[in-house]
């Protein structure tokens, strides 16, 4: 009690300088960010000492709630310069509740607790600073804030460094665990947390998430999706740069890339990757015959977070069950996700060429190319061929040739999801102005667009998915 009691007034003090030094540097005129950051990373490293001084951890976590707590009344009642934030951004609240969580859950395994805090006090501070300094690259978050590519790779390479200090010095892992990979695993998913965060909430996200990979990822899994994570940063870095990519579109690539490269093997690289460079190079094949109808799609050409998403969550999401679970039918749904994603692009991208008006699926009467819900012979052809393409690298890679038909049939299947669900169900829009239909609430001539048919909320995206996951089904079941 004696000691737990000196190791409180210790914490008190500690954060009280910290707190100190960046207020006198802010009303002093260094940069606000400066001030922050100062009292951001001062207060994180305290992990190392609650680790050290306290013994139970029913004591260790009172700075922190306390925090949280004063926090919050010094957010409210504006009183400290070096901390002020817009009024929804309670990010120094979440920040103490998280590390309250991260120190109590983890208290018997320093590591993890010290590399969860650490991806926060490090790692998000060098996103922020690296990004108002040299971000060149911004995206927009799902939460609607603006980040930079350069600061989120700043957080991975901030993250990976200090976790992997944390790992190698600090007890509380297995000796058969490796720590470079686990520690680039965690350094990916803290990056992705961050990037997603919005008003503040990163601040809880990442140090939870970084913990939870620390100390449930299992050794057997974790040098493959260590392996994962890099291929998946190198090829999301490398599409960047080719244009296939936009700044979000690289945290997809990593989202997607890291369990599909790390746990499904060479069958699911190989899967991925016909996907991802065939689709791509389509998208950008007869650029100008398809300028028109492409006009009128929500998204095209370089893809980004959502799209990722939208196409290969399903995908990786098998992926993870396969390494949990082991059951082969997992590795089949991942391919006919893939197969399915592929076959719509290629439906998509070709189809729109054919010489013929297509149909819409549902009434089978003739409609402009471009047509939400609308086939043709050609597109049809083209998916086919985009399945079939998807399983035979499949095969190439180890799969049996048995599988071959029942992949290029949930890629077709999921296709024809795509289709029905887009001339039906699937936000579509009318341009007045232009008399045409799009799936664009703005249209490219600046004029809003009213509702035509479908739900508002039932976007491309989430049509994607939903396609993907028919394919997914029908190879699982096969």
């Known amino acids: 009690m004696t000691r737990d009691f000196q190791a409180l007034l210790l914490s008190y003090a500690y954060v009280g300088v910290c707190v100190l030094g960046g207020e006198v540097a802010a009303r002093r005129g260094a940069p606000r960010e400066w001030a922050r950051k100062f009292i951001h990373v001062g207060v994180g490293l305290w992990v190392f000492g609650a680790l050290a001084l306290f013994e139970h951890r029913e004591w260790a976590v009172v700075p922190s709630l306390t925090a949280a707590v004063g926090n919050w009344f010094i957010h409210r009642q504006r009183l400290l310069r070096a901390v002020e934030a817009p009024a929804d951004n309670l990010g120094t609240v979440w920040f103490a509740l998280s590390f309250s969580a991260v120190l109590w859950f983890a208290w018997d395994r320093p590591a993890v607790a010290a590399g969860g805090v650490l991806a926060m006090a490090v790692g998000d501070a060098l996103a922020s600073l690296v990004g108002r300094r040299f971000g060149r690259h911004p995206y927009a978050t799902l939460g609607g804030e603006t980040k930079s590519l350069e600061g989120s790779l700043a957080l991975l390479a901030g993250t990976f460094l200090s976790v992997l200090a944390a790992l190698t010095w600090l007890p509380g892992l297995s000796p058969d665990m490796p720590r470079v990979p686990l520690a680039l695993l965690c350094a990916v998913v803290a990056a992705v947390a961050e990037a997603l965060g919005s008003r503040g909430r990163d601040n809880l996200w990442v140090p939870l998430a970084a913990a939870a990979v620390l100390a449930w990822t299992p050794a057997a899994l974790a040098t493959g999706l ?127 060429l054919s010489r013929s008006a297509p149909r819409l699926v549902t009434t089978w009467r003739t409609v402009a190319p471009g047509t939400s819900g609308a086939v043709s012979g050609l597109g049809m052809l083209a998916s086919t061929g985009g399945a079939a393409f998807v399983g035979l690298l499949a095969v190439l890679a180890g799969v049996s040739w048995t599988a071959l038909p029942w992949i290029v049939a949930a890629g077709v299947a999921g296709s024809l999801a795509d289709s029905a669900l887009g001339a039906t169900a699937q936000d579509v829009r009318w341009c007045e102005h232009c008399a045409r239909e799009t799936e664009r609430r703005l249209h490219h001539c600046g004029h809003p667009t009213r509702p035509l048919r479908g739900w508002s909320w039932l976007g491309n995206d989430t049509v994607n998915v939903l396609a993907t996951a028919v394919g997914a089904l029908v190879a699982f079941w096969a």
Do not use: H
Not at 235 to 243: E, F, K, P, Q
Not at 253 to 278: D, E, M, Q
Not at 293 to 311: H, I, P, S
């Open 226 to 352: 260590g392996v994962g994570a890099a291929c998946a940063l190198a090829i999301g870095i490398a599409s960047w740069r080719r244009g296939s990519l936009t700044p979000s579109g690289v945290l997809g690539a990593l989202l997607i890339g890291t369990p599909v490269f790390g746990l499904a093997g060479a069958v699911g690289t190989a899967a991925l990757l016909g996907f991802f460079v065939s689709s791509s190079a389509l998208s950008k094949a007869f650029r100008a015959r398809k300028a028109g109808v492409e006009a009128e799609y929500a998204k095209t050409g370089t893809r980004d977070l959502g799209q990722a998403l939208a196409n290969g969550g399903v995908g990786a999401l098998a992926a993870v069950l396969l390494g949990v679970t082991g059951d082969a039918r997992y590795l089949l749904a991942m391919l006919g996700a893939f197969a399915a994603a592929n076959a719509d692009t290629w439906a998509t991208e070709l189809g729109v």
